[in-house]
Structures are given as structure tokens and as C-alpha cells.
């Protein structure tokens, strides 16, 4: 072992394991608590809300066909709309319970699958393979921190995807129970598991780095400055392009469309389109009884996550600057029991922060199960130009949580200091990119 | 990103105000922009052009406070702020020949907004 790296011993890598394990447990309970239990009262609420509305209106096509008085009618036909209205609430309930549960559930898994692959894979290692001298890059003391793992975790993204076709029907056929040929889903399993091999082995090469071997660049523009820095906001640079085709299309798809806020401007005279925004904010517009018109509470995941996300970003500062403080000393009161020593700080930082963003991705998808009951689908203009563009933010925060998973593992066995936490500082870059597209997508979709 | 340090007018006014730091400060302003931003819309009364100028108002406050202290293009080295930019010219001239210049656009779309042809200010 050189003077360059920490050793990490297996056991440390069997932490990640029983992290992975941790994580499924809680994934378990979860999903028998919310997906099943909450979700089935849930349901069988609803199901008298459905009789209880088709009574309401059987009771009030019998009084029209009867010829009842006006008075009685009209007073049925509340009934009917207020058993109506009482019928879709219990629907949304059951459906915020159960999409709830197997999010937490799906999260989890694949939180478990990635930290507990990954330690899995570095824990049979024999422990002198993980000393400097294995590693890649020669046994000096003057090694750089770069990395071949992108390119075999790119190599991975690629044959996935090239097999993803075949692995998605595949897939939908087993749900089904059609007769299915497992061969379908060889090329994208073959990518997934050159993806592990590839996370596993960056981990391995990152893990013991202890801020030595920075590689600096030597040439313009970027003379001086850490390289992954600069590699980092290139890649935001290509990032701010991809949504911004997103934010074009919808923009030219949104000129053309006559929807409540343009009748109210006077430039059309008849809504034709209902947009994301109809359905989830207090006063959308209506579209011959289809649908619109949110109010608070259809809002509020969207406005929760936006508030969720700008506390991630300001957790995720807090991390940074408590792993660079070479000073730094524990609170005092509760924040100090939280937060005992710097590691636990750092560590408990960026625990809050995959709280946050796992709690934005459980919100979207309740938000999003709520707008499809509603009507408001892929299938529609409006609804494919919305899915797409919240659900490819939703992406980024999803592989951010993961990237942060690791971030997690390092602080609680490694640990961050002054030294090393550019890793948190390079990952911050990322995840305020994430938080700075919400800002445009927010309004953009939600409040407009 | 929390270990840099600058110096300009808005720094002098609030790091180490009331014994916090700029990066707190910047949370709180992201913070009341956003109740600002989502209550907005709950005012029913408001006309969609003042609509409009508030979410665009408070994006640009919130787009500045995340971009120069959270991610800290102000204090680091310009080169960074440029990398930032750059796409933003692209990003210009997407939303101006794609996203504004839909033949079949909304009426009165002013012809500035229609590049190569005044003939995509069409009337609907």
C-alpha cells in the first residue's frame, strides 16, 4: 500500500453489502405497509365510493325517467356529483398508497442491487489485491485519479441498450404469462452486468483515494484547474443543450395550443388543449368535463419536491463545507447528537440529501399515477411533451441518487476530509444542475 | 460549492450575517422566491402577463443564486462561467427558431419572432 491511498479491507466492502441488505428490508416493509396494508384499506374504501356513486346515479336517472320534481332532482343530482367526487378522492387515495409502496419498494431494489453488487464484487477480492500495488496504474506514489471504468460502464449502457427492445417485450410477456423466449433478454443482461463490472471496478479505484493524484490540466482553456472539474461542466454544458430541446419543443407545442390562460388573454376564443398544468394547479382550465381544474392538493407534490430539492442542494453545501472544514466541531444540542463527530456530519449530510431526492422520485410517480387516472396520458400532445420532459429530469435525479448511494458508503467507511471531498464537490455540480432545470421546468409545466 | 470564497457587494451584505454564512442566505432567498413562485397562481385576479413576469422574475433570481453560489461560478475561475454560457447561445437560438417560430403560432406573434420568414406570423 503506498502513501497515496487508504487500504479498504474486505470487511469494509462487505458493508456495502449489508447496506444493500438494509435497504431491502426497508423496501420490504415499506411495501407491506403502504403498497399492501394502507393500499388495500384504501381500496376497499373505494369500492364502496364506486357503489355508493352508482346507487347516487342510479337513483337520479330513475327520478329523471319518473318525472320527479324539479327540487328533488336537482337535489339527487348533488348526491350523485358529491358521491362522484367522493368516489374519485378514494381512487387517488388508493392509488397515493400503493404507487407509494412499490416505488419505495422498486427504489430500494435497485438501491440494494447497486451498493450490494458493487461491495459484493470488491468483497471476494483477496485483501492484498486491493493494496496500491494492484491497482492499474503502476506502484508510484505520483499516480493520477483517472479512471477506464466510464468507458466499461459505457461499453455496459450500450449493449443494454441495443438489447433493450427485445428485454422490455420480453419482459411485458412474462407479466402477462405469454409464452416467452428467455434468449430475448440475453444482449441487455450482458449489459447490465458489464455495467456492475464497471461500477464495481470505479469504486474500487476510488474508493481508497485520499486526494492525492489529482490530475490537473496543462493546457488552455483550462490551464491549471482539476480536470474532472472542467470534464464535470462540460457534461453539464451538453446537459443544459438536452433540456433545452425539451423546453423548445414544448414551446413551439405550446404556442399552438389554445388553452385557458390564452382564452383569457384573448388570442383564442375556445380551449382545445388541456396541459399538465390544468390538472395540477387551482383554476386550470376545463375541457368539456374532462378533466382540469386542480386545486391545492394536486399542486402540492409538485410544489413539495420543488421546496425538497432546493434543501437537498443547500444539505448537500452543508456536506461539502463540514468535509473541507479542518476545523470544523460538533454542535451543540440536538444537531450535536445527530451530528457527533465530522464523519457522522458529513455522512448524516448526505443521507438527508438521498432522502430528499428519493422522496421527489415517490412524489413524481404519485403525481404522475394521479394525472393518468385523470385522463392526462402519454398518448395526448400535452401529456408526451410532460412525461418526457419531468420524467428525463426524474432520471437525472434517479442515477443522482445512486451516484450518491456510494457517496453515502464512502463517507461512512473512508470518510471525507479536506482533502478528498472533491468527490462531493464534483457530485454537488450535478445535482444543482438537476435543481437548476427544475426551476425551468417547474413553471414551465406546473404553474403555467 | 461551500469552500470558496468571494467578494462583491451582495457577499459583503450577507456572509456573516446574523452569524450564518452567504450559502444559508442563498438557501432562504431560494427558499421565499419559491412560496412567492407557487403562491403566484393562487391569486385568481392576476392577468398572465404579470403571471408570467413573476415566474420569470423568480427563475432568474432562484437560475443566479443556485448557479453562482451553490455551484459557484462566482468565485471560480471564469473559464467555468463560459463553459456555462456557451450552450446558452444555442439554447437562444433554439427557443427563438424552434420554439417561436411555429407556423401555425398564436396570433399577433410578433414577427421578430419568426426568423428567415415574416410569413410564420400567421394568424390562427
Known amino acids: 500500500m503506498s502513501s497515496s491511498e487508504a487500504h479498504v479491507d474486505n470487511s469494509i466492502w462487505m458493508r456495502a453489502v449489508l447496506m444493500g441488505s438494509t435497504f431491502l428490508i426497508i423496501g420490504i416493509l415499506a411495501f407491506a405497509t403502504m ?105 508510484d506514489d505520483h499516480e493520477h485519479h483517472g479512471s477506464g471504468s466510464p468507458i466499461i460502464f459505457a ?34 443482461m450482458l449489459g447490465l452486468f458489464v455495467i456492475v463490472l464497471g461500477v464495481s471496478n470505479w469504486w474500487r479505484e476510488d474508493l481508497p483515494f485520499i486526494g492525492n493524484g489529482e490530475q490537473i490540466a496543462t493546457s488552455a482553456p483550462f490551464e491549471g484547474q482539476h480536470i474532472r472539474k472542467a470534464g464535470l461542466w462540460v457534461f453539464i454544458m451538453s446537459e443544459i443543450m438536452v433540456f433545452a430541446t425539451f423546453f423548445s419543443s414544448y414551446l413551439r407545442m405550446r404556442t399552438e395550443w389554445c388553452t385557458g390562460w390564452q382564452v383569457e388573454a384573448g388570442n383564442c376564443e375556445q380551449v382545445d388543449m388541456l ?31 420543488t421546496f425538497a430539492l432546493i434543501i437537498s442542494s443547500y444539505t448537500i453545501v452543508l456536506a461539502l463545507k463540514t468535509a473541507k472544514n479542518a476545523n470544523w466541531e460538533a454542535p451543540e444540542g440536538f444537531m450535536g447528537k445527530l451530528m457527533p463527530t465530522k464523519k457522522a456530519a458529513v455522512r448524516n449530510y448526505l443521507i438527508a440529501t438521498l432522502l430528499l431526492g428519493s422522496m421527489f422520485i415517490v412524489l413524481k410517480l404519485i403525481e404522475w399515477s394521479h394525472l393518468v387516472a385523470e385522463g392526462f396520458t402519454i398518448g395526448t400532445q400535452a401529456g408526451s411533451i410532460f412525461y418526457i420532459s419531468t420524467g428525463a429530469h426524474g432520471l437525472h435525479v434517479f442515477i443522482g441518487l445512486l451516484v450518491m448511494l456510494y457517496l453515502v458508503f464512502k463517507a461512512d467507511t473512508v470518510e471525507f476530509n479536506e482533502d478528498n471531498a472533491q468527490g462531493i464537490e464534483y457530485f454537488g455540480l450535478y445535482w444543482h444542475f438537476v435543481d437548476l432545470a427544475w426551476v425551468v421546468i417547474f413553471p414551465a409545466f406546473y404553474l403555467y | 460549492m461551500g469552500e470558496h470564497e468571494t467578494h462583491g457587494i451582495i457577499e459583503n451584505i450577507f456572509d456573516g450575517l446574523l452569524g450564518k454564512d452567504i450559502y444559508f442566505w442563498n438557501f432562504i432567498v431560494l427558499m421565499v422566491f419559491t412560496l412567492f413562485e407557487v403562491a403566484a397562481v393562487f391569486f385568481s385576479g392576476i392577468p398572465l402577463k404579470t403571471v408570467w413576469a413573476i415566474l420569470i422574475g423568480v427563475g432568474i433570481v432562484k437560475g443566479y443564486g443556485i448557479s453562482a453560489y451553490f455551484m459557484h461560478l462566482k468565485g471560480d475561475p471564469r473559464i467555468y462561467t463560459r463553459t456555462a454560457l456557451f450552450p446558452v447561445v444555442f439554447v437562444l437560438l433554439m427557443l427563438w427558431g424552434i420554439g417561436l417560430s411555429n407556423p401555425e403560432g398564436v396570433t399577433g406573434l410578433p414577427a421578430w419572432c419568426t426568423p428567415l420568414s415574416s410569413d410564420y406570423a ?3
Open chain 1, 35 to 139: 403498497g399492501v396494508g394502507m393500499a388495500n384499506i384504501r381500496h376497499h374504501d373505494y369500492e364502496e365510493a364506486v357503489h355508493h356513486y352508482e346507487d347516487a346515479k342510479h337513483d337520479y336517472e330513475e327520478a329523471k325517467a319518473n318525472n320527479a320534481s324539479t327540487e328533488e332532482i336537482a337535489q339527487l343530482k348533488e348526491e350523485k356529483d358529491e358521491a362522484h367526487h367522493h368516489e374519485i378522492d378514494a381512487h387517488l387515495s388508493y392509488l397515493t398508497w400503493r404507487t407509494a409502496g412499490i416505488t419505495i419498494l422498486l427504489m430500494c431494489i435497485t438501491y440494494a442491487s447497486f451498493i450490494g453488487l458493487g461491495g459484493f464484487v470488491n468483497s471476494i477480492q483477496p485483501d492484498e489485491d486491493h493494496s496500491h500495488a494492484s491497482s492499474s496504474y503502476g506502484g
Open chain 1, 155 to 188: 461499453l455496459g449502457i450500450m449493449l443494454f441498450l441495443m438489447g433493450f427492445p427485445e428485454f422490455q417485450a420480453t419482459l411485458s410477456d412474462m407479466l402477462s404469462g405469454n409464452e416467452t423466449e428467455l434468449g430475448g433478454i440475453g444482449l441487455s
Open chain 1, 275 to 305: 396541459t399538465a398544468s390544468d390538472f395540477l394547479r387551482p383554476g386550470g382550465a376545463e375541457l368539456g368535463g374532462f378533466g382540469g381544474q386542480g386545486d391545492f392538493m394536486t399542486l402540492l407534490p409538485g410544489a413539495v419536491n
Open chain 2, 122 to 124: 400567421t394568424n390562427r
